[in-house]
């Protein structure tokens, strides 16, 4: 048992270090991460270890929740100072006479 839960951990952070790197979703499946990543886990580690893939892909949610968690809002843009239009307007008046 002390094998299966050390490759679990090896299979857990190899696939936490994947999904951020590549910015994988979590609803992908196998065959789609194998063909993203370019060197993904096997699937006999993911048997050996999980049992299946959505349970390898719940492990990386348990282990690194940042890394499926969505990203923070943009800051919201800071309102034009409408003195400072003003203050335009004037020097361009002043320069035309």
């Known amino acids: 048992m002390a094998s299966r839960n050390r490759l679990r951990q090896e299979v857990t952070k190899t696939l936490v270090e994947q999904f951020k790197d590549w910015g994988l979703p979590r609803?992908?499946?196998?065959k789609s991460y194998c063909s993203i990543?370019?060197?993904?886990?096997?699937?006999?580690?993911?048997q050996k270890s999980y049992y299946n893939w959505k349970?390898?892909?719940?492990?990386?949610?348990?282990?690194?929740?940042?890394?499926?968690a969505p990203p923070p809002p943009p800051p919201p843009a800071p309102e034009p100072d409408p003195l400072e239009s003003l203050s335009k307007a004037s020097v361009e008046s002043d320069e035309d006479e």
């Open 37 to 46: 990543v370019d060197k993904p886990v096997t699937g006999r580690a993911i």
């Open 55 to 68: 349970i390898a892909v719940r492990s990386v949610e348990l282990a690194a929740p940042a890394v499926f």
């Open 27 to 30: 609803d992908i499946d196998y």
